[in-house]
C-alpha cells in the first residue's frame, strides 16, 4: 500500500498537536494491543472503551481540552478505520497511515514527551544514560520484538525479563526504570513509539 490509497483518512485528523497524538496512539494501540477478530468491534460500538485505552497514555500527554480532542480523535479514527477496511486489511492500512504521515506524528510525539520526568537518579544511575542506552539497545534489536512497524515502531516481547538479563537491575529497579519510561512518554504498555527510537532523539535528548 502506498501513499494516498488510504482516500477516506482526514487531514484535519492531524491539524493539531492534540488530534495528531490521538490519532497516533489509537493507531499504534491497534496495531500492537487489539485482536482484530475479537476486540476491535466491540471498541468500535463502545466508546467507553475505547476511552479506556487511550487514556491512560494520551493523560501523561495531553491535558484538559487537548486531551479530549485528542481521545474524540483516536475514536472517530477508529470508527473510520473499521467502516471503511475490511479486518484482514486493518494491519497493512494501519502500517501504511504510520508511515505516510509520520512526519506528523514524529513532531507531535517529540514535543510532548517529558523530558523533565527523564532528569532523574535511577539507583546509581543518570537516567537520561540509562534510557539512552536502552533506546539504542532497542533500535539495534538487542531487545526481544514481536511486530515491527514499517517505520519502526515496536513491540517488547519481554522487557521485564530483558531488563534484568540484560542490564542486571533487581526486579524493584526494573519496575522503577519501566515506570519512569511511562512517565517520560518513551515507553507505553510494551510499546516503543519509532520517534524515540531515531539516532538524532537519542543523541540530542539523552546526553548528560
Not at 490521538?22 to 476491535?40: E, P, S
Amino acid at each position: 500500500m502506498t501513499e494516498g490509497t488510504v482516500s477516506w483518512f482526514e487531514k484535519e485528523w492531524i491539524d493539531n498537536d492534540a488530534k495528531a497524538l490521538g490519532v497516533y496512539v489509537a493507531l499504534l494501540i491497534l496495531q500492537f494491543r487489539v485482536r482484530y477478530r475479537t476486540d476491535i468491534h466491540l471498541l468500535c460500538g463502545d466508546d467507553s472503551l475505547m476511552e479506556l485505552r487511550l487514556k491512560p497514555y494520551l493523560a501523561l500527554l495531553l491535558h484538559d481540552d487537548e486531551l479530549r480532542a485528542a481521545m474524540d480523535t483516536g475514536k472517530e479514527f477508529l470508527k473510520a478505520l473499521v467502516a471503511h477496511t475490511s479486518l484482514p486489511e486493518h494491519e497493512e492500512v494501519l502500517d501504511s497511515i504510520e508511515l505516510d504521515f509520520y512526519g506528523t506524528f514524529k513532531e507531535a510525539y517529540l514535543r510532548h514527551v517529558n523530558r523533565e520526568a527523564m532528569a532523574v537518579k535511577l539507583s546509581d544511575y543518570d537516567a537520561p544514560t540509562f534510557i539512552k542506552t536502552f533506546l539504542s539497545d532497542v533500535a539495534s534489536n538487542r531487545f526481544s520484538k514481536g511486530k515491527v512497524t514499517s517505520t519502526g515502531s515496536a513491540i517488547l516481547l519481554t522487557p521485564f525479563a530483558d531488563f534484568i538479563e540484560l542490564y542486571g537491575l533487581s526486579e524493584e529497579d526494573v519496575r522503577r526504570f519501566m515506570e519512569l519510561l511511562r512517565i517520560a512518554g518513551i515507553m507505553f504498555l510494551d510499546i516503543v513509539p519509532a520517534p524515540v527510537l531515531e539516532p538524532k532523539f537519542i543523541q540530542e535528548n539523552l546526553n548528560c
